[in-house]
């Protein structure tokens, strides 16, 4: 399975790794601001979509490979790979999948040019206006079954970032086991920005991994 696997890492430009994160220049800065305008190549999904196997899903494409899984985030009902409950709720069944069948490991990838930019705040804000209380609650337990998932997936997990990893499409990395991104990628972590606290046991995990200064 080993050239299926690369060829499925090529297919996200993710063969020539980057072992360092440049600083985010001003204008990459502006991207949290801009990201509702940054639509994806509708032909690119359409693509990736006409070739899935094995499984099907709203929010993400599944294919089943010769000893991994393949899963791509191609997110229909939020913008830019965002996550909201519906999109969690798939990744989270198609770990659990691949879980308890013959893979060996899990690849986890996106479909455009961006990889993930965290919560779908605008998702999140809409339902805010009934009951923020109840709303709260049924985000935060979203979030932590979403984390929970990937902290208890006994299979190794690799991850091909492909472009900016925002919020928790960051703090989710270091739950996996192997981390390639390409020359486009780029990470960035806006929690006081949007008054949040950190999220995917980034808390923990970036100190270890990074040094206490950074």
Request: hydrophobic share 40%; net charge positive.
């Amino acid at each position: 399975g080993t050239p299926t696997f690369m060829e499925a890492l090529a297919a996200n430009g993710t063969t020539n790794i980057q072992t360092s994160v440049a600083g985010v220049t001003a204008s990459k800065r502006r991207f949290i601001d801009d990201r509702r305008d940054q639509p994806f190549d509708k032909r690119l999904r359409f693509s990736v979509r006409q070739t899935e196997s094995a499984y099907r899903y709203r929010d993400i494409v599944v294919r089943k490979q010769d000893g991994f899984t393949h899963i791509l985030l191609s997110t229909k009902s939020s913008e830019n790979n965002s996550l909201n409950p519906e999109v969690m709720k798939e990744v989270q069944s198609a770990l659990n999948t691949a879980a308890a069948d013959d893979s060996k490991l899990v690849l986890f990838s996106a479909v455009g040019s961006i990889f993930c930019c965290g919560l779908d705040f605008i998702y999140f804000i809409r339902r805010l206006t009934d009951d923020r209380k109840k709303e709260s609650t049924k985000m935060a337990e979203a979030i932590r079954n979403f984390v929970n998932t990937f902290i208890q997936f006994k299979k190794p997990i690799i991850v091909a970032v492909n472009g900016p990893a925002i919020g928790l499409g960051a703090s989710i990395l270091p739950l996996c086991d192997v981390v390639w991104a390409n020359e486009k990628a780029w990470f960035q972590t806006p929690y006081t920005t949007f008054g949040q606290s950190p999220d995917g046991c980034s808390s923990l995990t970036f100190p270890r991994i990074m040094g206490l200064a950074s």
